[in-house]
């Protein structure tokens, strides 16, 4: 049997920034594999290279080294144009502020990146639904709370249907409870659905509800360990701090 396409192999890769005299290794020889219904958080320091992860799985950087696969498209030998068109229908982004357009409402802004299919208004439905937004759809982004707001944007990023969710710090600006909440419908997004999603996050208790951890340091990967789905955060974070100081390295 041929092997399943998987959502995202990303190899080796590696990164710098030039900033006159200093040169930057933002990523040195990272690797990460998301199986089809996965949930992987990427846990490291300020500056670790997370979020410089992120935007090269996302396309939005071109990278020095190595080869980004999203669901079997080497990323690489897209021209722009094409490359911009794969982000738009394969890739669901989700940044810490959620940039939503203030003048859309709710299922507007979740309408905006979709192509006007015959589902659509369904498919839009059942998103709303999903994450509890259906009687905030006809809210502007101002006239809604920031777990909301952020709903609003993961819902925009999965109207497409991609291969992946990539989210950096999605939890970043929101209190604990409303964190929890968002993180608790990525999760039901991996379980119900069987989406594939890649995490950035710092907080132990964000990064609890997915099934694996990878941790940068200094753009390399450091280690990796599963969280067993024990949704612990102290022990997340005190395995994770371990990794850091080389207690444990797997
Ligand atoms: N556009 C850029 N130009 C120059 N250096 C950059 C650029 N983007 C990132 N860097 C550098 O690359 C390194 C990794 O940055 P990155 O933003 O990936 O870190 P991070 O792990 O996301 O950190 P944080 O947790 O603070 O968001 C840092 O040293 C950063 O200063
Ligand atoms: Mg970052």
Redesign the pocket.
Known sequence: MPDPILPLQADQIGKT?R?GATT?H?LRHVSLTVEQGEFVAVM??????????LHAIAGLIDVDAGRVVIAGQDLSLLTDRALTKFRRSRLGIVFQSHNLLPSLSAEDNIRLPAESTENLDQEIDDLLDRLRLSARRNHKPAALSGGEQQRVAIARALICNPAILLAD?PTGSLDSVTGAEVCRHLRELVDDQQRSIVM?T?EPHVAMWADRVVV?KD?NNLAEFVTDGRRDPQSLAKEYHQTLEGEVVR
Do not use: P, R
């Open positions: 920034y900033q930057i933002a490291g320091a300020s500056g670790s290279g997370k979020s410089t992860l710090e950035v710092h940068l753009g």
